[in-house]
T-cell receptor, first 115, second 117 residues
Framework: AQTVTQSQPEMSVQEAETVTLSCTYD???????LFWYKQPPSRQMILVIR??????QNATENRFSVNFQKAAKSFSLKISDSQLGDTAMYFC????????????FGDGTTLTVKP | GAVVSQHPSWVICKSGTSVKIECRSL??????MFWYRQFPKQSLMLMAT?????????EQGVEKDKFLINHASLTLSTLTVTSAHPEDSSFYIC?????????????FGDGTRLSIL
């Protein structure tokens, strides 16, 4: 079974600064996908970024980028130029290549962006 | 594209009643739908996986007779909380995927806040 660990229950960052959220996972699979989801106070789940394990290049979406270290089984999320709207709970998730959407989620990191 | 509509968004009802939550995929065929439960400031807990036209697969510890799941069409799955009690109060979220796009992330509904008095 896969496990996903987010070791930072809460974090805070000043507006316009950069913050990195950590995520590690454990799996024996070689083909899989990793995701970061954002859940703001409205509780809607929003996909932030997606990484295919077979791709060495780190995924980037505007101010959001990941540092994917496959050998270390690490998948951290970097948020640059933090904005107040980035305040949310962030979940790291793992999905096997054959699992048709079924994902394992970490416990989440609550991020607060301070003005 | 890939919109999932969940209804109702908030429901309050008396203890002992049954509550039905609907999850609809509006612009794609959802071959698989997932139902989650989430407590405040906690992660999503998978309750069950439903495939269109077949019985749902429940996670360990989830009562099948308590949480009835039906996935009768490619666009609709329902979760019925039977004889609800205060301990069933929670936030319930559905998500959906299409087998043809199975390596894509799941698409989430906006969730239902259930309060049992």
């Amino acid at each position: 079974a896969q496990t996903v660990t987010q070791s930072q229950p809460e974090m805070s960052v000043q507006e316009a600064e950069t913050v990195t959220l950590s995520c590690t996972y454990d799996t024996s699979e070689s083909n899989y996908y990793l995701f970061w989801y954002k859940q703001p106070p409205s509780r809607q789940m929003i996909l932030v970024i997606r990484q295919e394990a077979y791709k060495q290049q780190n995924a980037t979406e505007n101010r959001f980028s990941v540092n994917f270290q496959k050998a270390a089984k690490s998948f951290s999320l970097k948020i640059s130029d933090s904005q107040l709207g980035d305040t949310a709970m962030y979940f790291c998730a793992f999905m096997k290549n054959t699992n048709a959407g079924k994902s394992t989620f970490g416990d989440g990191t609550t991020l607060t962006v301070k003005p | 594209g890939a919109v999932v509509s969940q209804h109702p968004s908030w429901v309050i009802c008396k203890s002992g009643t049954s509550v039905k939550i609907e999850c609809r995929s509006l612009d794609f065929q959802a071959t698989t739908m997932f139902w989650y439960r989430q407590f405040p400031k906690q992660s999503l807990m998978l309750m069950a996986t439903s495939n269109e036209g077949s019985k749902a697969t429940y996670e360990q510890g989830v009562e099948k007779d308590k949480f009835l799941i039906n996935h009768a069409s490619l666009t609709l799955s329902t979760l019925t909380v039977t004889s609800a009690h205060p301990e069933d109060s929670s936030f319930y979220i559905c998500s959906a995927v299409n087998w043809d796009s199975r390596n894509q992330p799941q698409h989430f509904g906006d969730g239902t806040r259930l309060s049992i008095l």
